[in-house]
């Protein structure tokens, strides 16, 4: 649940910190006083938009801070995240400047907004006071009836594009089957050409070394034959020489141990000298001119040159070239296979449609639950004996999200048919069908998220309705933290914890504060939301709290 609030210099307010606390918690005040900057900073702290305009007038920077209990749902992501654990807490804060830049942290270490988005997800779920608009949204009733259902669409969306992706190749195919025979013929003719050459993936290298060698075969021939001279066979040669000097210092050594240990180190020397003539005399027997291969080096060289000023690549990029030219003639004949692609768009079809309708069962089996659960809720709502159904309408074509439409249906009053709820209701009726929703889903919400938000969702109810609405929220709040904004003093008498909201100027500018109100300041609150703080008003007041204790 969350536990606190902090906000500074955010849109009205200076400094302001709010304790809550777990059950069904009001936020009441005058209207224009800041009700639901509260909402909108909370909204700020899980990731909504930054907007220069939350900078209080006068300041260089908007902050707000929110703690929750960490629920056990997100201790897997933020391990995976990177973020440490706060002993059963989870920190959140946000900044925004007069720039428009904004920051962000989680348990203290930098994070996205994007991540504050997600950790949202499984934190705080906010009824907006519009949210009777989306009910005439196809999307967002689809969307409603899908997660009641527990429908995870990402199998459908997925086989759906992979379906529109087989569909455009195989159009494409048909359209352009004279331009793709033209690009295969000419890639057929460029492989054929580059096909006679066979160049070999490391042959320019190889072929390169040769040329060389044996372009300069006699200079190499004379510098071996040279080397060979003075290492062994020259007169004097290095070997007889380091011979001479051993035995020299063999002689010095019976005089100075020294020096005969040096004799033994050019002994040892004599052996890679002697090993170096033997090879230079391999050499120069297996090493003679061949301006036979010469030749045919040359020719293959030229070859090889041509063909790569032909085709505008270094020569020992051709191979690679010809394995390109060859995968794009694979793909383009896989492009223009007419009939394997009608069969792979056969398959991506077949496997949307398997899917579609996993979808279509779950929304069948949930719907009836949904109709039936809205139409209970309503009854107390000033809709008794109306009805709510959730109709699943076929659609005429596929469609990416499924394959059929969802449309909510109302009979406002007993003894009229459901109709389209968009055509019937009216702005009153849609205000309290929304809030009929918004507690049904709640409940199953309640078991996933701690914290429910209300922002004036009951807005345009009054009377025995408005004590429906308050009955309701203290219901949900037993199982779960409910925060709401309301102008109603039948639904602040039933809450557990009630917050005003004042406005007021300090130092000749607007601010807004925030008190929690018990005992005789509570009862002046609801007097003041009945409408005065009279005597009369008073024990009005003192008796809606009562009998809501009750």
């Known amino acids: 649940m969350l536990r606190r609030l902090a906000l500074r ?40 938009r930054a907007d220069t305009l939350s900078v209080r ?47 962000a942290w989680i348990n203290g270490s930098s994070a996205t907004v994007a991540q504050l988005r997600e950790a949202a997800e499984h934190l705080v779920e ?76 490391h042959e320019w290298d190889t072929l390169q070394a040769e040329h060389q060698r044996l372009a300069h075969a006699q200079s190499l021939l004379e510098a071996a034959r040279q080397a060979l001279d003075w290492l062994a066979e020259g007169d004097p040669a290095v070997d007889t020489l380091l011979d001479r000097a051993a035995a020299t210092l063999d002689d010095a050594g019976r ?87 009608e069969q792979a768009e056969r398959q991506a079809q077949a496997q949307w449609l398997e899917a ?11 719907a009836p639950q949904l109709s ?33 439409s969802v449309e909510f249906l109302v009979a406002g009053h007993a003894g009229s048919s459901p109709r389209p709820l968009a055509k019937v209701a009216s702005g009153g009726e849609l205000s309290r069908l929304a809030l009929a929703i918004a507690a049904t889903t709640a409940r199953e919400l309640a078991q996933a998220l701690p914290t429910l938000v209300f922002d004036e969702i009951d807005t345009g109810v009054g009377g025995m309705v408005a004590d429906s609405v308050g009955r309701l929220m203290k219901q949900l709040g037993a199982s779960s933290q409910v925060l709401a904004v309301t102008h109603l003093a039948q639904v602040a008498a039933c809450a557990d914890a009630h917050v005003v909201v004042a406005k007021s100027v300090q130092g000749g500018a607007a601010a807004t504060q925030v008190q929690l109100v018990t005992g005789e300041a509570r009862v002046a609150e609801v007097a003041r939301m009945l409408g005065g703080e009279r005597l009369s008003g008073l024990a009005h007041a003192q008796a809606m709290l009562g009998s809501a204790r009750a």
């Open 9 to 48: 210099d955010f849109v009205l307010v200076h400094r302001l910190e709010l304790e809550l606390g777990r059950g069904f918690t009001v936020l009441t005040g005058e209207t224009g006083a800041g009700k639901s900057i509260l909402v909108d900073a909370l909204q700020f702290v899980l990731g909504a």
């Open 57 to 103: 007038e006068g300041a260089t920077r908007a902050e707000v801070s929110a703690e929750f209990d960490s629920p056990a749902s997100l201790a897997d992501w933020l391990d995976e995240a990177g973020f440490e654990a706060a002993e059963g807490l989870l920190l959140l804060r946000r900044t925004v400047d007069e720039q428009g830049r904004s920051r």
């Open 126 to 201: 906010i009824h907006g006071q519009h949210a009777w608009q989306s009910l005439t949204r196809p999307a967002a009733v689809r969307a409603l009836l899908d997660e009641q259902a527990g429908v995870d669409a990402r199998a459908m969306n997925q086989a759906w594009r992979a379906w529109r992706q087989a569909q455009q190749a195989l159009e494409q195919a048909r359209t352009q089957v004279e331009a793709l025979g033209r690009e295969r013929e000419r890639l057929l003719w460029q492989l054929g050409e580059i096909d006679k050459l066979e160049p070999g993936d």
């Open 255 to 341: 005089l100075d141990p020294a020096l005969g240990a040096l004799a033994q180190v050019l002994r040892e020397a004599q052996s890679p000298l002697q090993d170096a003539a033997r090879t230079l005399q391999a050499y120069l027997c297996d090493t003679e001119p061949d301006p036979a291969r010469l030749a045919q080096l040359d020719a293959r060289l030229a070859a090889w040159v041509a063909l790569a000023r032909r085709y505008r690549c270094p020569p020992a990029e051709l191979p690679a070239q010809r394995n390109a030219w060859r995968a794009e003639l694979q793909a383009l004949d896989a492009a223009a296979d007419l009939p394997a692609l």
């Open 356 to 366: 579609a309708r996993a979808v279509s069962a779950l929304r069948h089996r949930h």
């Open 372 to 404: 039936v659960a809205v139409t209970q809720a309503m009854q107390p709502l000033g809709m008794a004996g109306g009805r709510f159904e959730v109709a699943l309408l076929p659609g005429d074509s596929p469609q990416p999200h499924g394959l059929e």
